[in-house]
């Protein structure tokens, strides 16, 4: 059956489908914002160390386990280890896909909205802080408009998804990706060049380091899982669709470049138009959606960077977005024989559903909350601070210690034999890390996550 695979059609295809997945809301929207809220520079280089140290070892891991298994996450544990246990923890990766997508098509369709709503104009209402705040409310307040775009969003998820790897996610990327960068360098040139903008700048290269605590290394290390899309399988269904003459190590380092180097220009694009148009850069999630959009009605040619921002917004959530159907999808086509169309029907609709309380969070469930969270909240919480990080932990224990390196490095020198003759000790690095380095910090922050540590 694997040779009936598809395939990726090129290497570029990959890294620009992979880098796809990583770049997403959690570059443009909640990097900026964590980053504001923690210290700017100091958590940057906090976050800088956490994706070297374990995000790059687990993100070779997760795509190599594909590659090696040519399978979706559950599929993949199942062969490698025929154990119950290890084809669950696959099984929660595809959970969390669900999980995920059902409140990330949320946001997105947020996103999705704006564009709309830059392109009427609507910003140059926004005289003061305060009536964009209340104009989101408004907007995430009515039914019709929050379930409408998250619909909206869903049918394009899906539509990509539907049309296979090759055809929908590999083509969608190489015309959505580059089209991002070239947005995110207009912003950033925008950004840069705006009178203030140093104080933006200064911003995020001066470190504040009495703002790192033990609690911002936790959220640094947690959103290098999340921004990664490490820990539920999606690197690992990526993975999938190489073959033996891919360079794993290499690819993934590509991926994790552009992931760092977007989610850095976002920031620089971001805060720089936001100190120069004296707004206030600590304002949390709302930062992208309340802060900005005054931003923009006060910026000379805001009316043109405010549509291309938010089209930024929703293309990079939605190559994310594919990405998290497609682990789904990938499950059922292999393990279940589903034929994609049909998979990507059922569970487009079902997650869609799915994501319907969570749309409802911000108007009539409101009031619903179980432990002071809302539906939306508790899928968020669910998904980010336990399902990734316990993937997370049991990918790197499962490589490390139950497969074992020895094996492990058999498959990753396959296409990668340049990087074992030249770069050795990079090997021998990547052997340490998985080992010893991230079970142990990725468990850490799973506690902190859960609650037990404060
Ligand atoms: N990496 C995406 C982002 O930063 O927005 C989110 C994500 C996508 C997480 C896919 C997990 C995943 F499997």
New binding site residues.
Partial sequence: MSNQREHWGSRIGFILAASG???????IWKFPYIAGENGGAAFIFVYLVCIAVIGLPVLIAEILLGRTTQRNPVGAFKRLSGSPFWTAVGGMGVVA?FV?LSF?SVVAGWSLGYIIEAMKGTFFTFSEASLAGDHFESLVGNVKWIIGYHGGFFLLTMLVVYLGVKGGIERGSKIMMPILFFILIILVIRGVTLDGAEKGLAFLWNPDWSKISGQSVLIALGHAF????LG?G?MMTYGSYLSEEDNVPSSAFQVLFLDTLIAILAGIAIFTAVFAMGQNPGAGPGLIFQTLPVVFAKMPGGFLFGILFFLLLTLA?LT?AI??LE?VVAYFVDELNWKRHRAVMIFGFTIFLIGVPSALSFNVMAEIKWFDKTFFDIADFLASNIL?PAGGFFISVFVAWVWGLDKAVIELRKGAANIFERYGWLIVAWKFFLKYIAPVMIFIVFLYSIGVIK
Avoid: D, E, Q
């Fill in positions: 997945s990583a770049i997403g809301l959690g570059n896909g995920i990330y999340f921004t990664l899309s539920m999606a959530a994310s990405s998290l682990v990734l």
